[in-house]
């Protein structure tokens, strides 16, 4: 009897022993699982965080890409008309007919009236100069069908001029057809803006499907002005690029939301959607957020929002992704450990049973695998994502062991991706840093540039907008009597822009070391860019050469701003001149150039249009007239301060606002024979 009880007392004990070891264990495992569960979930958010950012981010650039591409051809198109007005002898008349039944389905270029009370001999002659846009306007089109529609120009005096394919939607028996052109938004708000400007969102008249517009103003030979050119973009491609070949998870989306707060979001190929910010986050105050024009993600009833601004249209692109979809691979891995440990103490009955059969030769049996698996845990919580624990056994400890084994491998995976994601980045950062130094030293900056002149005082900048960038400025001594000055601006941004640029300033150099006049050196340079051209990049030039002896300067303006002079005896103006086309726009082109005299004490400033184009927080322009202002109060400084002068002004007045174009500069003194 007393046998029987002492082993019941060694039973009791070995069976207490092996449930305060089997519950140590438990919550050991618990609680090392949560720990993991939960540095897993707080990863895995900062991780989307960074993933929404960047989206955003890209999706912006990659919207302002693809419009800044159309801005760039309307700009081009409107200096083309400009040489029309002011060269039209230049240009032969061509016939421009009403739209008709025959031209269904071409692109053909056709005219109309505002009002019958504009008359054809009236205003023949420009119609029929008008005709040349053709030429310039079939490749584009062709170029991009399917996305632009429609090109057209109307004139203050009352004609437009169309290029489409929808001649028998529009046809009249063979009649003139007539538009109020000048009362259209897409006119009135170039004219008012006075520079190229983008509209709303509207439903194409044709039925061909959601449609923006971009125009742009131009002037008749006096500088006034004459009308607006426009084309018609469809958005689809856009949005399709922007908005639906995002990456996200279940449950998250993607949208863009004009500037009025109406999501862009094409039901139908010709009707829009009427849903605003308002309606998605039903929430004035994150609505007002998300409008702001900042870069930002916000959160709200377990939803995130990342948004950024398009700044070519002020549209917003926004990510909507919630918290459930982040952390549903975290909750997964919760989910099966407590399911796991539910079948664990569902087991926990039949083990205390075997325990009272055989409690001292299976009790080290039983604990051991599970204190095992607890140290397991703790390997892993550490930090350890290679360890794996042993599975001992095809029971629930195994089962356990197996999902530890299996959220270390998803983690360590994870933490691979992530600093994968990482890593390469910071290459590309170290191959941009290199990429803007190597530019860098490709521009002249050791001042003086040439000490043992004393005719003149030079100096240049070049601020990027980027790590790189498309702007370039250049001078050297072609021979001892003549100095070179070039000033360029290449269409687009970044490494594309830099490329061409690197291109464009060695082809300059290389041909005017070999001699010649500006419109001949600029002839050539433009015949070697057009080759294999496949970018459609172009580049914005003003190159003059200074002869050092008299003052006497011989220029070409290529599309470019026009530079400031300042007499010795006065203040700053801008020189206005003829203006030819940019280079790489169209092979065989005529560049024109220009003369004047610098005398001892005059100043000459070149600069790209990130100086007159520097916009602020309220999105107004720094303007010619305010960097004529500020160069009036650099009068009597050297080169190099005029410059530190001038990129003050322009930093003062755009704040905090980000810089979205180069900004280059040159200043040059001319003394004279010393």
């Not at 639906?244 to 109406?262: C, H, M, Q, R, W």
């Not at 599975?391 to 994968?420: C, P, T």
Request: charged share 25%.
């Amino acid at each position: 009897m007393k046998r029987h009880t002492i082993r019941g007392k060694v039973q009791g004990m070995v069976l207490r022993i092996s449930i305060a070891a089997l519950i140590i264990t438990s919550i050991v495992g618990i609680f090392s699982m949560l720990r993991i569960q939960q540095d897993g979930e707080n990863a895995l958010i900062d991780q989307m965080e960074k993933n929404l950012k960047n989206i955003t981010i890209d999706k912006s650039g990659l919207a302002d890409a693809k419009l800044g591409k159309f801005s760039e051809y309307i700009n081009n198109f409107a200096i083309y008309i400009n040489n029309i007005y002011s060269f039209p002898s230049s240009f032969v008349s061509r016939d421009v007919k009403p739209p008709l039944e025959e031209n269904a389905g071409k692109f053909v270029l056709q005219r109309g009236f505002t009002d019958r009370s504009v008359k054809l001999e009236d205003v023949y002659r420009y119609i029929s100069l008008f005709g040349n846009l053709e030429d310039v306007w079939a490749p584009v089109m062709k170029l991009n069908n399917g996305t632009i529609t429609t090109i057209y120009a109307g004139a203050e005096s009352g004609f437009l001029v169309s290029y489409d394919d929808q001649s028998e939607k529009s046809a009249n028996g063979g009649n003139d057809i007539y538009y109020d052109h000048t009362q259209a938004d897409w006119y009135k708000l170039a004219k008012e803006k006075g520079r190229t400007v983008f509209t709303d969102i509207y439903e194409d008249s044709f039925g061909r499907g959601l449609t923006i517009s971009c125009a742009s103003p131009f002037y008749d030979e006096k500088n006034k002005f004459a009308g607006v050119v426009c084309m018609d973009i469809l958005i689809a491609d856009l949005h399709s690029a922007i908005v639906e070949e995002v990456n996200l998870p279940e449950d998250s989306y993607a949208f863009l939301i004009d500037t009025k707060g109406k999501i862009i979001e094409p039901l139908e190929i010709d009707r829009a959607s009427e849903r605003t910010i308002n309606d998605e986050t039903q929430s004035e105050e994150l609505a007002n957020e998300i409008m702001s024009g900042e870069t930002k993600i916000s959160r709200y009833n377990g939803i995130y929002y990342a948004y950024t601004r398009i700044e070519t249209t002020g549209w917003t692109f926004c990510v909507r992704q919630s918290e459930s979809a982040t952390l549903e691979p975290a909750r997964n891995v919760q989910r099966n450990v407590i399911l796991t440990m539910g079948m664990f103490f569902a087991a926990f009955i039949v083990i205390i049973a075997m325990v009272f059969i055989i409690a001292r030769k299976f009790s080290e049996r039983l604990t051991s695998p599970i204190i095992a698996l607890g140290h397991d845990a703790e390997e892993i919580s550490s930090g350890n994502l290679d360890y794996r624990a042993e599975i001992r056994s095809n029971d629930e400890v195994g089962d356990l062991a197996k999902s530890f084994n299996d959220m270390a491998a998803s983690l360590k995976e994870y933490v691979q991706n992530l600093a994968h994601v990482t890593a390469e980045k910071e290459r590309i950062s170290a191959e941009l840093d290199l990429a803007t130094q190597i530019q860098a030293d490709m521009l002249p900056r050791i001042f003086p540039p040439f000490p043992d002149r004393k005719e003149f005082d030079i100096y240049a900048t070049m601020t990027p907008a980027k790590e790189v960038g498309g702007d370039f400025y250049d001078f050297f001594m072609i021979d001892d009597d003549h100095l070179a000055l070039v000033m360029a601006d290449v269409s687009g941004k970044g490494v594309p822009a830099a490329l061409f640029m690197v291109i464009a300033k060695t082809l300059i150099k290389t041909r005017s070391q070999m001699g010649g006049s500006p419109s001949e050196i600029l002839a050539d340079v433009n015949r070697q860019l057009c080759e294999g051209n496949d970018a459609d990049l172009f580049v914005t030039v003003w190159l003059g050469i200074l002869e050092i002896s008299t003052g006497h300067v011989v220029a070409s303006n290529a599309g470019h701003e026009y530079p400031a002079i300042m007499k010795a005896d006065g203040a700053y103006e801008l020189l206005k001149t003829k203006q030819s086309p940019a280079v790489a726009t169209m092979d065989g082109i005529k560049f024109r150039q220009n003369e004047f005299d610098l005398n001892p004490g005059d100043n000459l400033y070149i600069y790209t249009d990130g100086v007159a184009e520097a916009t602020n927080s309220h999105e107004e322009l720094y303007g010619t007239d305010r960097m004529i202002d500020a160069l009036n109060q650099t009068i009597g400084m050297d080169a190099k301060n005029i410059l530190l002068t001038m990129k003050k002004s322009v930093d003062d007045f755009t704040g905090e606002a980000p810089q979205f174009d180069d900004i280059t500069m040159l200043s040059l003194r001319y003394f004279g024979k010393c």
